[in-house]
């Protein structure tokens, strides 16, 4: 078999559900492709490996409750897309990761985005989205987040020994901030050349973290919240300077440090054009012997904004979903329907549906039909 197309409704067999399993999918050297599948209590929810000849991975409008892995692809250096998009996903291992893509070697070749997915939740485990030696990929609108215990090294989003890689417009909720832990939002360890633009990050230890040789990064207008410490480099991080890019400090930091270097400011460099202490400029740390000066003043120019590039403007279905409440009401009444793919659509509408309301107390309570959508769904979505 070269090709698997496993779908969730085919309209023959009905809804497609795999419950209290090892693995709910395993491909090995097989384009694969899986959607609109509910799976529950499974060891791994989909696993692929060893993809060669340009074969394509797929994950799409899925709901997996795994123990270990949720999505993981593993040793696929041939591969030609690997597209993880519109799930649901929840691991509850205190190893557990819910989206795992990683070669051995540096993948030049496989093109992977990870989009759009809408609820990204770890109960007690170690990451959300973990992606190890890829290049020129994407990681954009996606809903990481981490309840219960603080799980030790938990990374919202990791990048390992990756290169050329967008990791924009994502919303990383932790579980609180725990000294004797260290959990981080957004970590790159040895990546650069990195786009990280947009992004907000809450409530872990460490809110963004880069670990070693990330030249060439750019960081822009990333809303960084409550944390131990808001941004913190290690003593041999080089990110590469940043020339007005408007990342904002908006919240309380309990090491008394907004921005925190182990290193020097050579490559470093942080030029802003506000006074200390405000939003773009946060109060920071750096060794005695650091070179000093990695946060530096220059009135000129404007911060980066992303709104001005349109950077993390939505999809029409999540746009409607944001401006629309008569929309909202008719997919908790499950009246919404779309000219094509009807199940489909009315999956994934309830899958934007439920990670807004689980954000959202004020929509939330707005109404009955609302507050029972979230109840209802609370195990099946």
Same mark, same amino acid.
């Given at each position: ?15 497609? +559900?795999?419950? =209290?399993?090892?693995f ?8 694969a492709? +899986?959607q609109?599948? +509910? ?17 394509n991975? %797929? ?13 993981q692809?593993t040793? /696929? ?15 509850n ?7 795992? #893509?990683?070669?051995a070697?540096?993948?030049q %070749?496989?093109s ?10 770890c109960?007690a485990?170690?990451g @959300?989205?973990?992606?190890t030696?890829f290049?020129?990929?994407?990681? !954009?609108?996606n809903?990481?987040?981490q309840f219960?215990?603080v799980?030790r090294?938990?990374?919202g ?5 990756? =290169? ?6 994502n ?6 901030i *725990?000294?004797s !832990?260290a ?11 990195c786009?990280?633009?947009?992004n907000?990050v /809450? ?8 670990? @070693? ?17 808001g941004?913190?480099?290690?003593? #041999? ?8 890019? @408007?990342?904002?400090w908006?919240? =309380? ?6 921005a925190? =270097?182990?290193?020097n400011?050579?490559?470093n460099v ?10 773009l ?13 990695w946060? +530096? ?7 980066? *904004? ?11 279905? /999540?746009?409607?979903l /944001? ?10 009444? @499950? %009246? ?7 199940p489909?659509? !009315? ?11 689980k954000?959202d107390?004020?929509l ?6 609302l507050q ?10």
């Amino acid at each position: 078999m070269d090709n698997l197309l496993v779908d969730g409704y085919n309209s023959n067999s009905g809804a497609l +559900t795999i419950n =209290n399993c090892d693995f709910g999918i395993y491909t090995h050297n097989i384009a694969a492709a +899986t959607q609109s599948v +509910t799976m529950t209590n499974v060891g791994v929810g989909v696993y692929g490996e060893a993809n060669t000849f340009l074969k394509n991975l %797929t994950v799409t409008n899925c709901e997996i409750n795994a123990i270990r892995r949720g999505i993981q692809f593993t040793s /696929n250096p041939g591969a030609g897309h690997i597209y993880i998009s519109h799930n649901i996903v929840s691991t509850n291992d205190p190893e557990g990761v819910c989206i795992q #893509v990683e070669d051995a070697m540096l993948n030049q %070749t496989t093109s992977l985005e990870i989009l759009e997915n809408p609820s990204i939740d770890c109960y007690a485990g170690l990451g @959300g989205i973990w992606v190890t030696n890829f290049v020129a990929s994407i990681i !954009k609108w996606n809903y990481v987040n981490q309840f219960g215990f603080v799980q030790r090294d938990f990374s919202g989003i990791l990048l390992t020994t990756c =290169n050329q890689v967008e990791v924009s417009c994502n919303d990383v909720q932790g579980s609180g901030i *725990d000294a004797s !832990k260290a959990s981080n939002g957004i970590r790159l360890d040895q990546s650069g050349e990195c786009i990280v633009h947009c992004n907000l990050v /809450n409530q872990t230890n460490n809110g963004f973290v880069f670990n @070693g040789a990330c030249g060439s990064s750019d960081f822009a207008d990333n809303e960084i919240q409550n944390h131990e410490t808001g941004l913190r480099l290690n003593n #041999v991080a080089i990110i590469g300077n940043q020339f007005n890019q @408007g990342n904002t400090w908006v919240g =309380n930091y309990s090491s008394g440090f907004g921005a925190f =270097n182990l290193g020097n400011s050579i490559g470093n460099v942080f030029e802003v054009h506000t006074p200390l202490s405000t939003l773009l400029l946060p109060q920071i740390f750096h060794p005695v012997n650091s070179g000093q000066g990695w946060f +530096t003043i220059n009135p000129l120019g404007d911060p980066y *904004d992303c709104d001005n590039f349109d950077e993390c403007n939505p999809d029409p279905l /999540n746009r409607m979903l /944001n401006t629309n409440l008569s929309l909202e009401q008719s997919i908790a009444d @499950g %009246t919404f329907t779309t000219l094509d793919y009807v199940p489909e659509s !009315k999956s994934i509408a309830k899958q934007y549906l439920y990670a807004r309301l689980k954000r959202d107390i004020v929509l939330r309570n707005q109404n009955s039909s609302l507050q029972g959508f979230i109840r209802h769904n609370k195990i099946q979505v």
